[in-house]
């Protein structure tokens, strides 16, 4: 495993080819400081009578590949090319570009296991996993987790169960704008790429940018 922030940004680690420095949390593997501040959040959120856990955290480039292609397959039994791609987009980042390849950010569920955890309406009223996400939202900020996707679009959906360590996404965020091209993911396996990488700068707005303001800090273009 190579570290970040030694010696620069590291494509590897940026796109999930290789893991960042960190451990095992609920069996799910996370980046070092992101594990201690989890634990540290389960812990007070018992203290409340709401017990939480993480049931997605670092994804590797090649596990999102899987994902993104199986999608894809699936979609295009139903729809055209450039349909396809804007339906999986709608819940999967493109491979190389997702979150999750950082081990920064985590998909938190509660202590019921469902066939189907990560769906809306178990976060909604009346769901089973509502009280976690009340508690997620009035408490999570002092551990430094935010919602990621907090808005919906016709681009984007809602994630309540997703939520990222902004002390150490944020760097992650602006070492991948400042260092990821569209050239560095090409050729890799992934279906209907081009879709996707010949509007590279398009994709980064649209949807690595469209998330809870804490997460992202603009800086000065380096292209």
Known sequence: MKGLFFGGCNLEILTGMDKPDGREVDGVFLEKETA???EWMKE????DGIEMRAVSGYRSFERQREIWNRKIEEFLKMVNEEEAVR???KYSAFPG???HGWGTDIDIAGKEKISEPLENKNYRKGGVYYDVYRWLKENAEKFG????YVEESELRGIEEWHWS???KSVEFLRCFLEKVDASFLRGRGIKL???VLNSFG??????MLKINPHLYQPIPSTR
């Open 193 to 195: 790429s081009d879709y």
């Open 87 to 89: 339906l999986v987009l």
């Open 36 to 38: 201690t501040s989890f």
């Open 165 to 167: 360590y902004a002390p």
């Open 202 to 207: 398009e994709y980064i707005k649209n949807y």
């Open 97 to 99: 570009t997702s979150r």
């Open 145 to 148: 987790f935010y919602q990621v």
């Open 44 to 47: 007070s959120a018992l203290k």
